[in-house]
Every structure is written in C-alpha cells, then in structure tokens.
C-alpha cells in the first residue's frame, strides 16, 4: 500500500514557502494516493504557545489546506494532538533512536540557539516525533520543504533500526521481514527552498521576526505589493540565462517565487524579463502574486469564517486517522513485547 504522510506546524503565519514547498504537492498527490495531512499542535508546542492562540492556528492551517484544494472527504485532515498513538509510538521510537542521532540535527541547533542546555526537551525530540507521525500510518511517501530532508533521513535511520533490532519478533508475529517501510521525501516540486524577501541567504519562515520577510497566506493585495515592493533586490538588471543568478540569491528567489507561481521554469521567466529592472520585475510579480493568492485567502477567510465546520473535519478526521494508528500501534506492542 502507497500512502502520503505530511504535517505543518500551528504556529501561525503560513508563508509562501509552505504553500508552494509543500501544501501545493499536498493537493497534486491526492490524485494519486491515500493521504493523510496533519495540523502537527504536538510539534508546536516544543516552544512556548499561547493557548488561545494555538487553537485559532490548528482552524487556521485547516481551513488552508481545504482553500488550497485539498478535499477533507477524500484525504484524512486531522490535528495530531487527537490521535494519542503519535505519542505513545513516539516513547517506543524514543528507545530506538539513539542521543547523539538527535544532537546531530542542524534545525534543533539552529532553534535551540547558545543557550541549547534552556531548550526543551520537547526541541530535542521533534524529530522522533515526526517519525512517529510517518511511521505510526506506514506512510511510504513524505512530501516537505528542503529544510525537512534531514529530519526524513532519521526517519527513516528509525525505521530501519526498529526493523533490525526487533526482526525475530516482528517475523514471529507475521510481519515478515520488515514492519515499517523506509518512508521516502518527495521534496521536488515548484520550490523546494523559499528564501527571506529580506534575505536571500535564509530560508523564509514563519519565526521570522520580520513580516516583510514573507508573504503570509492571509495577507491581502496590498500587504502583497508592499512586501515584493519592498523585497531586498541587487542593482543589476535580471539576465537572461540561468547562470546569470549566481551569486545573487535575491535575484534567484524572487525569479524562482514567479516561476513556480505561474508554473514555468525559472529559465522560461528569464527569456521574459532579461534585461529587465527589478521594479518591473517587481510590478509583475506583484500581479502574479495578487492573481494566484488572493483566491486561496479569500477562500481561507470563508472557511475560517465557520469554526463548527472545521471543528467537524478535524474531528472526522482524527477519528479515520485513529482507525489506522490504533492497528499498527497494537502490532509495534505486540512486536516489542508488551502484554495486552
Ligand atoms: P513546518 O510547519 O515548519 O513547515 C511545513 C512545510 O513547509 C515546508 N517549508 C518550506 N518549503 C520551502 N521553502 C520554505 N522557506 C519553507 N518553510 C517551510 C516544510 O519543509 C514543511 O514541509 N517538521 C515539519 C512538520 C512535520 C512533518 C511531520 C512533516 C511534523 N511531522 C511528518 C512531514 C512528516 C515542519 O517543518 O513543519
């Protein structure tokens, strides 16, 4: 069986960049598998929320999933925190996966800054979480952003070990010779990696302490034409071939944001607007932007509008979510040795 696994965070300001490095390839493989997308609260919480906050974020990335075209009845939209086997099969990874695997994440060093010894512990374990998320479905396919590879790779370094350390028990018990597929990340797509608008050496992100820095998908048209207007760019006019880009990542991210919106490779928008100056490039982007996402915010506020609505998909949700985890969470109890 071939199914998709992903998750975002209810952290607030979705971007640019999770809309187009990952939830428009969550919207292109519900053609083609069983899916299951997940508003990841327990993920959240490894830094402070406030709690009124985090519940109006857990409706909010919902109602962007259903916006941007995912159909609640035919994939399985739910919020972690709902379906208790995430946690309970990340305690029994946490005995698999080993201390100095996690020391080694570049984003838990990146998150958890100088003072690592103050982070939570909670910060330390995102990752084992996240391949109990993956692994507690089966999931084979794992659709992220770039900045996600790394967290994939231990995964599936999870996966394996649990397969290996356990293989006598989880054959004895019918499973044959594995019991978890290594999940394998889909990170291709329009834009694996969106940089700042202030930026264009750091990935745009939703802690940025700059709003100009992204383009929120709640943002309206106007927000939209101050942050591209605004958008750090180089004095150069844009070239003409690809090559040209190098060593200029601001360049680079603005002309990869416009091809991957209108669905052109960077290439095909270079032939366009070679020789062009940026506040025509600009003026363009804006128009491209404005067309693109202005229907999925528009859409987002409707569905948003209607809380017992979302509150009914996410409930539904966690509860076919839960058929599923509940099954493979009895057989990892059966496989590790725990009487039931
Ligand atoms: P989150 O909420 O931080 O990001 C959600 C998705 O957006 C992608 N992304 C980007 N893609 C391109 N350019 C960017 N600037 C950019 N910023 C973010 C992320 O790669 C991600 O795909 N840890 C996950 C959430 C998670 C998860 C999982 C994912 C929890 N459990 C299991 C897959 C499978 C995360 O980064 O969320």
Avoid at 21 to 35: N, P, R, Y
Avoid at 177 to 182: E, G, Q, T
Avoid at 212 to 236: F, G, H, M, W
């Amino acid at each position: 069986l071939q199914r998709v696994f992903s998750g975002v965070q209810s952290t607030g300001n979705l971007h640019l960049g999770n809309y187009l490095g990952a939830i428009v390839k969550f919207v292109e493989l519900q053609k083609s598998f069983d899916c299951l997308y997940c508003v990841v609260d327990l993920h959240a919480i490894t830094v402070p929320q406030d709690p009124i906050a985090l519940k109006a974020n857990t409706r909010e990335i919902a109602a962007a999933f259903i916006a941007c075209g995912i159909d609640p009845k035919k994939n399985i939209i739910f919020n972690q925190s709902q379906v208790a086997e995430h946690a309970e099969l990340a305690w029994v990874l946490n005995c698999v996966a080993r201390i100095g695997w996690l020391n080694r994440m570049t984003q838990f060093k990146d998150k958890a800054g100088k003072d690592r010894e103050n982070a939570s512990m909670g910060l330390l374990d995102y990752p084992v979480l996240m391949a109990a998320d993956i692994l507690i479905y089966r999931a084979t396919h794992v659709p992220v952003g770039d900045d996600q590879k790394q967290h994939l790779e231990l995964s599936r370094d999870i996966a394996q070990k649990f397969n290996n350390d356990f293989s006598e028990s989880i054959a004895r018990n019918g499973y044959g010779d594995a019991f978890f597929p290594l999940p394998e990340p889909l990170i291709s797509g329009p834009a694996t990696r969106v940089m700042s608008l202030r930026d264009g050496t750091k990935k745009m992100s939703k802690s940025d302490a700059s709003d100009y820095s992204r383009i929120n998908l709640s943002d309206d048209a106007d927000q939209i034409a101050q942050k591209v207007k605004k958008a750090k760019t180089d004095p150069e006019a844009l070239p003409s071939e690809e090559k040209g880009l190098e060593g200029r990542p601001e360049a680079e991210n603005l002309v990869g944001i416009f091809a991957a919106l209108s669905g052109r490779a960077k290439i095909d928008v270079l032939r366009d607007f070679g020789g062009a100056n940026f506040s025509t490039f600009k003026g363009a982007l804006v128009e491209l932007a404005v067309e693109k996402l202005s229907p999925i915010t528009a859409e987002m506020r409707r569905i948003r509008a209607d809380e017992s609505y979302i509150d009914g998909v996410l409930r539904e949700g966690s509860e076919r979510a839960r058929a599923i985890a509940r099954v493979n969470m009895d057989a990892v109890k059966d496989i590790v040795g725990f009487l039931r």
